[in-house]
């Protein structure tokens, strides 16, 4: 103990800022000591402090920080009467930045909050620069966020948040360097916007549909016409095709059990962070200081003396899915340990459990604005499972906890640089860069993302049906296409059975019989007879000529009109249905 406390008398430091004590603090500190070795051994339990891998003592010595530098892991000694420690979590830290309400470039109010996750690099730092290292580093993320967001428009704020982020982070990390702060990663959480304004971005993603979906109608429209026209050329070369059509068109009506035939007439129309702790683990017990392995052998000594009363306190189990990481004197010993059971010893031991099983998450629904400024809510499902329980424990303060934050924040991200289509049609590929972005984010806490699956994307009923009219749109224009491109190919392929029947004026009338003999075939209540194609050309045709022609064509046109129904009486009259 003496010779500890020599050492501890003439520590000297390596910083040339920092002065030698006065000649009445080294006669205090002289005191000190002597008053500690007097009421030795009570006063051993007072000179000790542990500390656990992921923190460090700051130890002010008479108001001096004692070495300059930073204490732990483990046991080591300090003169309680004139020593005050401060200690500091090394672990990475985060927490959310307050919406603020900013007026971005173009005059429009936007409510944008964020995530920041920070660690402790300087513990010296830390204390001695700064009154609140924490507090300091949220006002400033606060303040910082305002002045970034504040020069973008709301169109690079919902696009950009990626690069926006990295900014943050750039700024911050130079700021707070001082501090002996690090800031490894900020995220922008939400970008919201009044409802007012969310109407009329929605609005104007649902106009662009909506004259998409008309446009495409158009182009359908229009391609159906032209093959239509296409058509008509064709089967216009021999006035015998158009009159072949008009019998199949009667053939395919007679073929139907229908009451009425009628006649038909042509119309138109229509993307690590990386780890720290890894260079820090334990060290070997060789590497101890030397009151340390005094303490572990004074405490088995103590185990020892009370067994078997304190073989209660020396037996872990932990079971198959578990695993222990275990702190002597504040150090990591071993990496981990389980299962089964296990010893420590309760006076300087601490077993941290770990559930080594799959953990599954649901990501509660977050609103965002796609891409194509469309108001959409989504949800995800994650599937973690710790790998590494030292990392777990050493590396990050609560990793279920910052999994999550950081699922949402990720979901955010990438769901807000994709359009609304990439969502609906793309999800499988969107799962697979949220898992491997989210992997790099968790990797150095010891876990490991087996799987991520969106859920659900759910969109406002005005939306569906715009993208219901839009579906509707495509398939009725494909319907027209693929009917009026069949016409073509008919038309086509009637013309030349019309020029192989033009070469014999009886096959087209033959043509002719048949199509009557089917329809007299079928069980139909009314049979009206149809006129020939040459009648109903004549009676067209007789409209198009001067007023003087016209009276003589009409008088023709009614007596031939009489002449059929006369005809066409008789011919019912004969076959029993008058």
Request: aromatic share 8%; charged share 20%; glycine share 4%.
């Amino acid at each position: 103990i003496s010779l500890i406390m020599v050492n501890n008398l003439n520590t000297k430091t390596n910083n040339l800022n920092v002065t030698r004590p006065g000649v009445l603090s080294e006669i205090v500190i002289i005191l000190a000591h002597l008053l500690i070795i007097i009421t030795f051994p009570l006063s051993l339990w007072f000179c000790f402090k542990s500390v656990n891998e992921y923190e460090r003592v700051i130890v002010f010595r008479l108001g001096r920080i004692l070495d300059n530098s930073e204490k732990g892991p483990g046991l080591f000694f300090i003169n309680p009467l004139i020593d005050t420690c401060n200690l500091i979590d090394l672990r990475v830290l985060s927490f959310i930045v307050p919406q603020q309400e900013i007026l971005s470039r173009d005059s429009v109010t936007v409510s944008v909050d964020a995530v920041v996750y920070f660690r402790v690099n300087n513990a010296v730092k830390a204390i001695n620069n700064i009154e609140d290292y924490k507090y300091s580093t949220q006002l400033l993320a606060q303040t910082v966020l305002r002045n970034i967001t504040g020069t973008k428009t709301l169109s690079e704020l919902l696009s950009y948040k990626e690069n926006i982020s990295q900014q943050l982070q750039v700024i911050l990390d130079d700021t707070t360097e001082n501090w002996g702060i690090q800031v490894q990663r900020v995220e922008l959480k939400d970008v919201c916007i009044p409802k007012s304004l969310q109407r009329a971005m929605a609005a104007e993603g649902e106009a662009t549909r909506e004259a998409k979906a008309r446009i495409i109608a158009a182009d359908g429209e229009k391609e159906a016409s032209k093959a239509l026209k296409e058509a008509a050329d064709i089967i216009s070369e021999n006035k015998n095709a158009i009159q072949l059509r008009y019998l199949q068109t009667l053939s395919h009506i007679g073929q139907e059990n229908t009451t009425t035939i009628v006649f038909p007439f042509p119309v138109e129309f229509l993307s690590n962070m990386k780890g720290y702790f890894e260079e820090r683990r334990s060290v070997e017990v060789s590497q101890q200081p030397i009151y340390t392995k005094i303490i572990i052998f004074l405490s088995f000594i103590l185990l020892i003396i009370t067994f078997p009363i304190s073989i209660f306190g020396c037996i872990k189990i932990i079971n198959e899915y578990e695993r222990g990481v275990l702190l002597r004197l504040g150090r990591i010993c071993h990496n981990e340990i389980g299962p089964g059971v296990v010893f420590i010893n309760p006076f300087i031991d601490k077993c941290i459990i770990i559930d080594l099983r799959m953990v599954t998450f649901t990501i509660p629904s977050q609103e965002i604005l796609s891409k194509d400024s469309v108001s959409i809510n989504i949800d995800a499902v994650v599937y973690f499972q710790v790998a590494n329980p030292v990392k777990a424990i050493n590396n990050v303060k609560n990793y279920k906890e910052s999994t999550i934050l950081l699922s949402q924040t990720i979901l955010k991200n990438i769901s807000g640089t994709k359009n609304l289509l990439e969502l609906l049609q793309f999800k499988e590929n969107i799962s697979y860069n949220f898992q491997n972005i989210l992997t790099n984010g968790t990797k150095n806490w010891g876990i490991k993302i087996y799987k991520v699956e969106l859920k659900d994307i759910f969109i406002s009923d005005e939306m569906q049906n715009i993208m219901a009219s839009e579906g509707k749109a495509i398939r009725i224009a494909n319907a027209k296409i693929i009917i009026n491109n069949g016409e073509k190919e008919a038309s086509e392929r009637l013309k030349e059975a019309a020029d192989m029947m033009s070469k014999n004026s009886t096959t087209m009338y033959l043509k002719y019989l048949q199509t009557l003999n089917n329809i007299g075939r079928k069980d139909s209540q009314i049979i009206i007879f149809p006129f020939s194609i040459e009648l109903i050309t004549y009676l067209f045709q007789s409209f198009n000529k001067t007023k003087s022609d016209k009276n003589k064509e009409i008088s023709k046109c009614c007596y031939t009109v009489s002449l059929f129904i006369s005809l066409t009486v008789t011919g019912m009259k004969i076959s029993g249905f008058l």
